[in-house]
Structure formats: structure tokens, C-alpha cells
């Protein structure tokens, strides 16, 4: 088959289509956009009904994600051909390329393209040529091949380019709600792991609450204060920062750590409930955050734009950048280590011996700028940045190869995936669970949960106590309609008199 022949079959017009076909592909189209549709909707009446609020807020969260990325999309296919018509002169397309002009002319050479722009920019109006036989047809794809080059310019940017970045924008928000979506579940996991922990001090309490209001713990003897505090002076604070840098990837968060940051929460914000369940509120506030994670705020797309913007030959942009997300992930796990060291030391520096259990003291001044958010906004970042790295690779390798100039050599792809395999894991196991429960020893906690659990038996013992009162209600009702109703409750039976 000619190559004119291919063109032909690859370019055929919407009114040279069977109808069956447009049918075929509408119907698909459709389908399958509603049955994503209704699968969204029963998610959210499933997590109504279950009461995970944040949960169905999160998902309305998605719902908003894909509502914007509906309006990219209906915007750069109205405004295509807009684009195509903006000419610019020839030296502004031979600056700042991604692949170099030699790289350029060799797969032009190689694909026998005569004019193109960023890899093959006028491909679409050169294949026009050979649409259809017709000689309106052929005018219109001479006129459209001609537009920028009868001025001796060429387009902003090419339909093939126009469609290409279209699909990037949607595989990069479908990849980071994607792994937002698995980091946050399999992270959640781990943390419904330490409920056996929160089962055993419950019981423990239960058991020893008398006996533990006389005792007295010698602060320096006790496990939480030998496992965490290293000492008093630059050295030791030096040590504590090298210590909480490794620990993030052995037992991150042991029963110990848990039992005590429990405990140190519950007797500042909650002392007059020490039966206060911390996991099932830590969760729920991990699921309030879990909600603007999954999000792609604006200061993201920024950062997509600078990356595309600075993604220039010969830099490399794409490896080095892929060294961010990793830095910042194991800042933020040393940090995060580091605060609970730091709760050690206030109680070891401050007290020999206390009488009654040892109690660490939530405060913001130990995170950054005393702002325990500034982590969830780090994660946030972490996570996209991530999506945007393995994203990017694979659009790149299915859009243009393996061996495309974009790409570059196999010696910085495999670090690039490595590191992005390692990020994920990392904030899976370690990262998200530690900022599960550290972040709780803030100065304040989330109001609506806390108050959320401390309600929920309230209206629950309201609720049943109503209904109480209602079926004593309808049954004194009952039985004095019954007595209403019968005849000797109408009968005016006379007093006896005495007689004296």
C-alpha cells in the first residue's frame, strides 16, 4: 500500500465515516463515561451511609479534579485550530527545544517530513493534501498548509503538539489522584494495624488506673525517654538529627512511641476522657487531610509549567528534578522522627521523677515556623511531584519511544524510576504513618472530629432514651384510649354516702 493510500485511510473525514461506526464509538464513549459516573455516585451514597464524611468529601474532591479536567479538555479542542493559525517567525521555534535541531533534521530525514515544527508540526496539514480527490478538499489543505508559510513563519504550535500535550494533562491528574488514591489506602492499612494497640491500652488502663495515681515513674528509667533522648549539648543534637534521619526506615513508629503520644494527647486536649478512642480519631483526621491531597491546587499546575518551560536540551531537567520529591520526603520523615525526640528531651530536661504516668506536652513550636500543616503541604507536593516524574516517562515512551531525544539515556531513566518506586514506598510505610500521629502533637486538633466522637454516644444514648419515652408514650396513650372506650368508663356509677 502507498503512503498516500495509508494517509487516506488515516485521515478520512467525519462525513466520509459510516454512520455504524460513528454509532459504535459514540455508544462507547458514552457508556463508558457513565458508568464512571454511576460508579462515583454509589461510592458516595455507600460512604453516607457508613458516615465517612471526609471520605465522601475527598471523592467530591475527585469529582471536582475531573469536572477541570472536562474544561481543559472541551478548551484545547475548541481552541485548536485557534492555535494552529498564531504563526511565529522561524527563529523563535529554534530556541529553547527539548531535543536538539540535529535530532531534528536526522528524524525528519529518517520519516521524510519536509516541514515541521517541535518534531513534525506540519504533518497534519501536509497529510491533507492527500484526504480526498475532491478539489475542494484539496484547496482546503493547500490553504491550511499555506496560512503561516505564506508568511514566511511558522505555527505556535502544531496540532499533533496540541494533541500531545492534551493527553499529557490528563495522564498526569489521572496518575496523581491514582497514587494519592493507593498511598493514602495502604497507608491507612498500616495505621488500622496499631488499633491492637489502642485495644491494649484501653484494657491495661482499665486495669491498673488505681494503681498508677500512686506510683512514681523516675523519668530517665522509663522506655520511651531511653529510646529517644540522646543528651543536652550540640553533639547530642547532632546525634539526634543523624538518629531520627535512619529511624524513618526501621519501626518508624513503635508501640511505645504510640502508647505515649496517646497518652500526652488525650491528658491536653481530652483529660477528662481517658477511655478517648486516639486511633479511630487519628484515622478520621487522616481522612480529613486525605481530601486536599488528592486535589491539584494551583500552585502545582505552576510547577508543571516551569518544569515545561526549563525542560530544555541538554539540561536534564527530568533526572535532576526527580531528586526533589525525595529530598523533601526524607526531610519531612526526619522532622517528623525529630518532634518526637523532642518530646522526650522537654520531659527528660525538665523532670527526674513524676508522679503518675510520663506525659509528653503537644505543642506547635516543634515543626516548622510552628506549623504542623507546612508537613501535610510538603506530602502534597511529594506525592505530585512523584505522579508527574512517572507520569511523564510513560508519555513520553508511548507517545514518541524509547529512544526519543526527550527520553535520553537509559543512565538516567532507570535512576529517575527507581527513585519514583522508592518515594512511593517510603511514603506508604513510613512517612504517612508517622505524620498520622505526630501531627497530632500540635497545639490544636481537628474540632469537628473530636467533637464528632464525643457526640456520637451522646446522641446515640439521646436517640435511644427518645425512643424510650416514645413507646412509654403510645403505650399510655393506648391504654387510655382503651379505657375511653369501654363502656364502663361511660357509666357515672354514684358515691355512697355514709350514713352517720
Known sequence: MSIRGVDEEQDIELEFTPTWVVAVVCSVIVGVSFAVERFLHYAGKRLKKKNQTTLYEALLKIKEELMVLGFISLFLSVSQRGITKICVPKSWSHHMLPCSLKEKEELEAETNITSSHFQNSLT??????????????QVAAEAQLQYCARKNKVPLLSNQAVHHLHIFIFVLAIAHVT??????AIGLLRIRQWKQWEDSVATQNNETHRDLESTVTLVHQHAFIRDHFIGIGKNSTLLGWVKSFFKQFYGSVTKLDYVTLRLGFIMTHCRGNPKFNFHKYMIRAVEDDFKKVVGISWYLWIF???????????????????????????????????????????VA??????????????????????????????????????????????????TYGIHSCIMGPIGYIIPRLIIGLFIQLLCTY??????????????????????????????????????NNGAKADE????????????????NVPKEHKSN
Open 430 to 467: 513510613s512517612s504517612l504513618p508517622l505524620y498520622a500521629i505526630v501531627t497530632q502533637m500540635g497545639t490544636h486538633f481537628k474540632k469537628n472530629i473530636f467533637e464528632e466522637q464525643l457526640e456520637r454516644p451522646i446522641v446515640y444514648y439521646g436517640g435511644e432514651k427518645a425512643k
Open 304 to 346: 508543571v509549567v516551569i518544569f515545561l518551560l526549563i525542560n530544555i536540551n541538554g539540561w536534564h531537567t527530568y533526572f535532576w528534578i526527580a531528586f526533589i520529591p525525595v529530598i523533601l520526603l526524607l526531610a519531612v520523615g526526619t522532622k517528623l522522627e525529630h518532634v518526637i525526640m523532642e518530646l522526650a528531651n522537654e
Open 179 to 184: 497514587f494519592c488514591v493507593l498511598t493514602v
Open 124 to 137: 497534519f496539514s501536509s497529510n491533507l493534501r492527500h484526504l480526498l480527490a475532491l478539489p475542494h478538499a
Open 349 to 398: 530536661e525538665r523532670h527526674v521523677a513524676i508522679e503518675g504516668e510520663l506525659v509528653v506536652q503537644p505543642s506547635d513550636h516543634h515543626f516548622w515556623f510552628n506549623r504542623p500543616r507546612i508537613v501535610l503541604f510538603l506530602i502534597h507536593f511529594t506525592l505530585f511531584q512523584n505522579a508527574f516524574e512517572i507520569s511523564y516517562f510513560f508519555w513520553i515512551l508511548v
Open 476 to 491: 399510655s396513650h393506648g391504654e387510655h384510649e382503651r379505657r375511653a372506650s369501654s363502656p364502663e368508663a361511660n357509666t
